[in-house]
Nanobody, 131 residues
Framework: QVQLMESGGGSVQAGGSLRLSCVVS????????????IGWFRQAPGKEREAVAT????????IYSDSVKGRFTISPHNAENTLSLQLNQLKPEDTGMYYC????????????????????WGQGTQVTVSA
């Protein structure tokens, strides 16, 4: 059973920073953390869930949404099966629940993928940015 656990959310003022972390467990020998597509998503109240940053640590460089490019950095830590997301220059529109998700069986990472293409999800961590 693959499990993901996010942490690091909180409340900050605009311009501030946060660092989110996602610990992944349950990979088998058939799949490893470093060889599958994994990423961060967010969902604001009344809006659809959207991809923020995704990566396949061994095969695909990071892919960022246009709204966070240059401000957020996704980093895989393969030895610890951990995925972090550094959030800098935060804006009120970054407010939402942030989720970590993995495709598990999917190696391909790309902007054309939707949240439905990701097999396992964490419970989320809330980020609130005040003006």
């Amino acid at each position: 059973q693959v499990q993901l656990m996010e942490s690091g959310g909180g409340s900050v003022q605009a311009g501030g920073s946060l660092r989110l972390s996602c610990v992944v467990s349950g990979y088998t020998n058939r799949r490893s953390f470093a060889r599958t597509c994994i990423g961060w998503f967010r969902q604001a109240p009344g809006k659809e869930r959207e991809a923020v940053a995704t990566i396949n640590p061994e095969n695909t460089p990071p892919i960022y949404s246009d709204s966070v490019k240059g401000r957020f950095t996704i980093s895989p830590h393969n030895a610890e099966n951990t995925l972090s997301l550094q959030l800098n220059q935060l804006k009120p529109e970054d407010t939402g629940m942030y989720y970590c998700a993995t495709r598990y069986d999917g190696l391909f990472c790309g902007p054309q993928l939707s949240p439905a293409d990701y097999a396992y999800w964490g419970q989320g961590t809330q980020v609130t940015v005040s003006a």
